[in-house]
């Protein structure tokens, strides 16, 4: 997958990083999560510079932003972005997702990604609504 997604970004490199853009997969059942992330994302993080990206099997989010050049900061947004995906994940048992890919504009164009597997997601997210789990656990 990280070559797919190097490929994905140096053809639309420019593209991602000057405007916000969803793509969606060719699966039609990853179309609602890629809009509800979005929506989710955008809603705690007061913001539209975050892209939803389906993938076969696969979600690719990512900051356009440069978050993971500090550790605080990288942090807190891959908490905020994983407890909004997971919670989709959730309500949504019957969509098949496996792999999450995190990254910021500046890790991506270097064809780096920080892999979370779905169902670690998920339950990262249910504990975390469950109050078994702080950000300083994380």
């Known amino acids: 997958m990280s070559e797919n997604l190097r490929e994905y970004l140096g053809i639309k490199k420019h593209r991602l990083i000057k405007k916000r853009v969803i793509k969606y997969s060719s699966q039609n059942e990853l179309k609602p999560i890629v809009k509800e992330i979005s929506k989710n994302i955008d809603l705690i993080l007061s913001s539209e510079s975050t892209l939803v990206v389906a993938e076969k099997n696969s979600l690719i989010i990512m900051e356009e932003k440069s978050v993971f ?13 994983l407890a909004a995906t997971g919670c989709v994940l959730n309500e949504n048992p019957k969509i098949k997702v496996r792999n ?11 064809g780096n990604a920080l892999l979370i ?12 609504s469950e109050d078994k789990i702080n950000l300083d656990q994380f």
């Open 117 to 128: 597997k779905a169902t670690v997601c998920k339950k990262l997210q249910a504990k975390i």
């Open 100 to 110: 999450i890919f995190y990254s910021d504009s500046d890790t991506a164009i270097k």
């Open 69 to 81: 050049s500090n550790a605080k900061l990288k942090k807190y947004w891959i908490c905020i972005v």
